[in-house]
């Protein structure tokens, strides 16, 4: 038996097309009436080692800088959210919850994946060229390898009407 979805997963990379991939979340979600948790991982840079000896300041500095990302990152999602579903109302309370995290985008998926016990991820991602049907993006490639749920690899177009922009 299939388990039923009642949770689903949606990670982004905030890219002008990967509303396609949205689309994708919201009509799964209608259709299952799931719930849809959004993720977006920016990817942090480590201290270098000439930075050591300040490295109290600059901890702080960088936990500073990547607060402002987190609320500003989060901040957009939302506009985001709201825009796509306008025409929806009934379908924003689809969206539980709005999660944007630092770190490595295939753990930071995965622990996300397992603590919010999602039932399947949907990703979108991007063509890379002539060996676009031999190879995922790196991250979704990643995530395969690891995750313990189905996955929805949506292909972005380069080209859709559909678009999170400014």
Do not use: C, W
């Amino acid at each position: 038996m299939i388990p039923k979805i009642v949770r689903i997963l949606y990670a982004t990379d905030l890219s002008i097309n990967s509303a396609y991939a949205f689309r994708y979340a919201l009509n799964t979600a209608e259709k299952h009436d799931a719930q849809i948790d959004m993720i977006y991982v920016f990817e942090t840079q480590p201290i270098s080692g000439e930075l050591i000896l300040v490295e109290d300041t600059v901890k702080k500095a960088e936990q500073a800088a990547k607060d402002a990302n987190i609320r500003r990152i989060k901040e957009r999602l939302e506009v985001i959210v709201k825009k796509e579903l306008q025409d929806k109302p009934a379908v924003m309370d689809r969206v539980s919850s709005i999660q944007v995290v630092a770190g490595d985008p295939t753990v930071e998926i995965l622990k996300k994946a397992a603590e919010l016990k999602s039932d399947i991820l949907v990703i979108g991602t991007h063509s890379k060229g002539f060996v676009e049907h031999a190879f995922l993006g790196s991250v979704a490639q990643r995530l395969l390898q690891r995750i313990k749920i189905p996955v929805f690899i949506i292909p972005i177009p380069k080209k859709t009407d559909i678009a999170f922009n400014n």
